[in-house]
């Protein structure tokens, strides 16, 4: 399995050249990816246009996490986020040739992910994905074990939303439960799921409940 043959650790600045043209070509076809840039023929340059300035502050603070294979080529990453509450709101790039529709939906997709974010510290898993052809044979299960080793070394619950069915059922495999009703983005977007992995989901008043 190619899982076994995989390095997996956080992308270093030096690499970011390597792994920015990765992570396009691995998360342009993403649901949220997808729907957030409807047409095919833009995508993935429209999502290096959303990806490149916070790709780069995540590879500077160690929150990109890669899958390597034995040559170095990265063939899958993660970005998992040490949060104290809910995330604030990014500001959105500026997006050339937009005719609305991009900055409407990704605006969509930041206020409502955030209003579902526990209010208590956790690490964010905000994405993840492995290049098409390496999908299926093990990325995804080494990242995670990477990551949800690294969440129990510094005590922290890990939170994410899940936007296929296919995700969902890897992230439970991984001890994942499903919390509350799904974030559904409007404009027919995808179903994300909430998740949680760790301590128990704390109520309203930041207790577990």
């Known amino acids: 399995m190619l899982m076994s043959h995989l390095t997996v650790r956080p992308s270093v600045p030096s690499e970011f050249d390597t792994v920015l043209p990765m992570c396009v070509a691995a998360f342009a076809d993403e649901a949220v990816s997808a729907w957030v840039e409807p047409e095919p023929e833009r995508r993935q340059e429209r999502t290096r246009d959303l990806f ?27 970005v998992w986020v040490d949060l104290d509450g ?48 390496h999908r299926g044979l093990g990325a995804g299960t080494a990242i ?32 994942f439960q499903d919390h509350s009703e799904p974030i559904y983005l409007p404009e027919g977007g995808p179903a994300l799921q909430p998740m949680w992995h760790g301590a128990e989901w704390p109520t309203a008043d930041g207790a577990p409940s």
């Open 52 to 78: 490149a300035s916070s790709l780069r502050a995540a590879v500077g603070s160690g929150q990109l996490v890669v899958a390597l294979l034995p040559d170095g080529d990265p063939v899958a990453a993660s």
């Open 86 to 133: 809910a995330p604030r709101l990014a500001d959105l790039p500026d997006l050339p040739d937009d005719d609305g529709t991009v900055s409407r939906r990704l605006a969509a997709v930041l206020s409502a992910t955030g209003a579902r974010h526990p209010a208590v510290p956790h690490v964010y898993l905000s994405a993840m994905a492995a290049l098409p052809r």
């Open 144 to 175: 995670l074990r990477y990551g949800l080793g690294r969440a129990r070394e510094l005590g922290l619950p890990v939170y994410l939303e899940a936007s296929t069915p296919r995700n969902r059922r890897l992230y439970a495999r991984h001890g």
